[in-house]
């Protein structure tokens, strides 16, 4: 019954492959996000979708897609994977939709994907 | 935009000392201020924001917060640690009337010695 959950937990590959991340949140809540932790633990925001709206893109490099089947579900998916792209990404959601502007709504994370790119 | 900056990357202390990590924000708009602890291999989780009011804030695990308008600052203090606080910690802000983004610190390394 894990509230964000992540799979897989750990991920490595060579550089040049394509690979995808998952994220599904049991919270009912209306907006997810990606996190990247790189190796100096640098906590940064990359996407946010809000309804399967995409909301946030914070200059990520478009090797980088995410997708949101549903509400429940962001999965983010990379193509030809470079050293650079080793980082622990975390998911988050958060229940944004009907609360008034300014309003704070926790935002609760998934345990990580440690993907190291050989 | 903002930033957010973590004086200290590690503070080694020992067991049942008073610890500070320090956290300082920079931002043209209003925000809210979040502590979060990131225990060994772990996801985050929040040990306490300041959204508004009283600029004294309590969180979980005895850890409590100041924040500081005119110096800009959120530092995060406990009296008495113990070697379960081990972890790292991340100083994160939002703004209030705009996207729900957290921009983080660069974190800080809380080693608890015996």
Not at chain 1, 67 to 93: M, Q, R, T, W
Request: proline share 4%; with cysteine.
């Amino acid at each position: 019954d894990t509230a964000v959950s992540q799979t897989p937990k750990y991920l490595v590959t060579q550089m040049g492959n394509d690979k995808s991340i998952k994220c599904e949140q049991n919270l009912g809540h209306d907006t997810m996000y990606w996190y990247k932790q790189d190796s100096k633990k640098f906590l940064k925001i990359m996407f946010s979708y809000n309804n399967k709206e995409l909301i946030i893109n914070e200059t990520v490099p478009n090797r980088f897609s995410p997708k949101s089947p549903d509400k429940a579900h962001l999965n983010l998916h990379i193509n030809s994977l470079e050293l650079g792209d080793s980082a622990v990404y975390f998911c988050a959601s958060s229940q944004e939709g009907g609360t008034l502007l300014g309003s704070y709504n926790e935002q609760f994370f998934g345990p990580g994907t440690r993907l190291t790119v050989l | 935009a903002q930033s957010v900056t973590q004086l200290d990357s590690q503070v080694p202390v020992f067991e049942e000392a008073p610890v500070e990590l320090r956290c300082n924000y920079s931002s043209s708009v209003s925000v809210y201020l979040f502590w979060y602890v990131q225990y060994p291999n772990q996801g985050l989780q929040l040990l306490l924001k300041y959204l508004s009011g009283s600029t004294l804030v309590k969180g979980i695990n005895g850890f409590e917060a100041e924040f500081n308008k005119s110096q800009t600052s959120f530092h995060l203090r406990k009296p008495s640690v113990h070697i379960s606080d081990t972890a790292e910690y991340f100083c994160a802000v939002r703004e209030i009337q705009g996207a729900q983004k957290l921009v983080f610190g660069q974190g800080t390394r809380l080693t608890i010695n015996p």
